[in-house]
């Protein structure tokens, strides 16, 4: 319980103006609280997406209307909503991944979003392409539906599902170094470090773009 994300967690339930003035405190200091950028409460029931915070940073220019057809459009509705801003203008978006289909379905409402963050940036920073992180597996209908979304480029990180990293981590609870001759090799077989380590370059890879490139990033896999 004493676990600062636990505690933290605990005391903002018991004050909700106090989350609400941090939330501000922290927009103020990442320069997300003045145009091109906005705050939306349209999630503020948890209605929209009951996994996403009831506050959400979106660009100006989008309404709530276009946010909830943009939802339609992702995997449990979570659209692409801006987490961080680097000092050099770049971004951090989240969004679960288009819900594409083999039908290569279309929203002109997510493409208006996914456009409206890379112009937001453009005055920003030196580049006008936005990298879209996929951290699954390679997929075709991802590399097909960025077709329409001109100004992106798409990347594989090729991190493994849920499913298998819970697996993994049963596996790794198992392993006893104190009593399996076989410790290494079993953990190995857990593949646990293999994926800390495909977790690592993928975040370095962010870090990298904003940092280093002033390119901002979407990074969204099967759930979001």
Same mark, same amino acid.
């Given at each position: ?6 505690? !933290? ?21 990442? =320069? ?11 999630n503020e029931n948890y209605e929209l997406c009951t996994s996403y915070p009831k506050y959400c940073v979106v660009p100006s220019i989008i309404t709530d209307e276009e946010i909830s057809e943009a939802?339609?459009?992702? @995997?449990?509705? #979570? !659209? ?7 000092? &050099?203008?770049? %971004? ?8 594409? @289909? ?14 409206? %963050? ?7 920073? &030196? @580049? ?9 597996? #390679? ?12 100004? /992106?480029?798409?990347? !594989?990180?090729?991190?493994p599902d849920i499913h298998a990293t819970r697996r993994s981590a049963r596996m790794l609870s198992a392993v006893n170094a104190a009593q399996d001759k076989n410790y290494y090799s079993q953990l190995?077989?857990? =593949?646990?470090? =293999? ?9 370095? /890879?962010?870090?990298? &773009? ?5 390119? @901002? ?5 099967? &759930?979001?």
């Open positions: 319980d004493d676990l600062f994300a636990i505690k !933290f967690a605990s005391d903002i339930r018991k004050d909700e103006h106090s989350y609400h003035d941090l939330f501000n405190v922290e927009l103020i200091r990442l =320069q997300l609280d003045t145009c091109p950028w906005r705050l939306t409460k349209i939802a339609e459009f992702r @995997s449990y509705k #979570r !659209f692409p909503t801006i987490v961080w801003r680097h000092a &050099n203008g770049a %971004i951090i978006a989240r969004a679960s991944q288009p819900e594409v @289909s083999w039908l290569l379905r279309r929203s002109k409402e997510d493409e208006k979003m996914i456009q409206a %963050i890379i112009n937001a940036c453009n005055g920003e920073t &030196n @580049s006008n392409r936005l990298l879209i992180l996929h951290l699954g597996t #390679r997929d075709a209908a991802i590399e097909n539906y960025a077709k329409y979304y001109p100004d /992106c480029d798409v990347k !594989f990180m090729n991190l190995a077989s857990t =593949q646990w470090l =293999q994926y800390l380590l495909a977790l690592i370059k993928a975040a370095s /890879c962010v870090v990298a &773009n904003v940092n280093k490139h002033n390119r @901002s990033v979407l990074v969204h896999c099967s &759930n979001g």
